[in-house]
């Protein structure tokens, strides 16, 4: 087991090395605009997860994780290489879908922000439905003076 800075630093070396393979080595005409998000790597160094994302329409997404399996023994022989750690880990590609989750968030923040507008324009002119002030002050009586 290592510590949680180095395994942080390795995934860090991983990502970027995963990047420049696949723009610069990597020759898969099923490959498309892939961007390499993120990568981890477990404490003892064994398995690393590379994130990714794809610009395109579901096929070219499709082709390009057929593309990442298919160089993943190359990608991970240079991971070995560069890293110099004593045991490569295994690779394993996870399509990230940052990108759908923001917009879908963006949808209902839009969402929400039409049903306030909604509420507010209802709210103009509108009076209250009992007295205007409904925490009345104590009467004072004859008595309390």
Not at 39 to 52: H, S, W
């Amino acid at each position: 087991m290592v510590d949680a800075a180095r395994a942080r630093k390795i995934a860090d070396r991983i990502q970027r090395i995963v990047a420049e393979m696949l723009d610069r080595r990597v020759k898969d005409p099923r490959l498309g605009f892939v961007t390499v998000t993120d990568a981890r790597i477990t404490a003892d160094l064994r398995d690393a997860t590379v994130y990714y994302t794809v610009f395109g329409s579901p096929e070219e997404k499709a082709g390009t994780s057929a593309a990442l399996e298919s160089a993943k023994g190359l990608i991970r022989s240079e991971v070995g290489r560069q890293t110099g750690i004593r045991h490569t880990p295994s690779l394993t590609f996870v399509f990230d879908e940052v990108q759908q989750n923001a917009q879908h968030i963006e949808e209902l923040l839009a969402q929400a922000r039409r049903s306030d507008e909604e509420v507010a324009q209802k709210a103009t002119g509108a009076r209250h439905a009992g007295e205007a002030d409904p925490y009345k002050a104590p009467r004072e009586t004859e008595e309390d003076e």
